[in-house]
């Protein structure tokens, strides 16, 4: 069975292609989970509820023109298309692209210490569903 090891997803937000900023990204999936126990069962039962999804990603934070913070910035609080891909390129049914309107909710433009690599790492919720496709 083959395995993927990350060492080239694609990562555009806003179509600006940030994947050589970007060290790791989590996209999150999970929904609520709503009680259907009635009288008279003898264990709970439960459904789905509304999803809840998120995207982590971790940068290395960059002030030049049309990198990571000028790319960002102007995004704070609004929603922003985001595509991810496991392998940068042409879609599949091995190579999926999620495509996600993240809220653009956080961003550290310094952080860091002294002689370390000023890096961001953020968690944007997702409004709406993640959208899959293979093509």
Known sequence: MPKLVLVNPSVLINSVDLSGW????TLDTKFDIIETTAFGMTSKTR??????NSLQLEFQNDFTGSAVEATIYPLL????TVVIQGVAGTASTTNP????SALISE???????????NTAKVTWPISGNIAKTNS
Request: hydrophobic share 40%; charged share 5%; glycine share 18%.
């Open 97 to 100: 692209k999620y495509t996600v």
């Open 107 to 117: 961003w550290q433009p310094l952080s860091g210490g002294v002689g370390q690599l």
């Open 47 to 52: 459904v789905a509820g509304l999803s809840d």
């Open 77 to 80: 609080g609004t929603a922003s």
């Open 22 to 25: 970007i060290t790791s990204i």
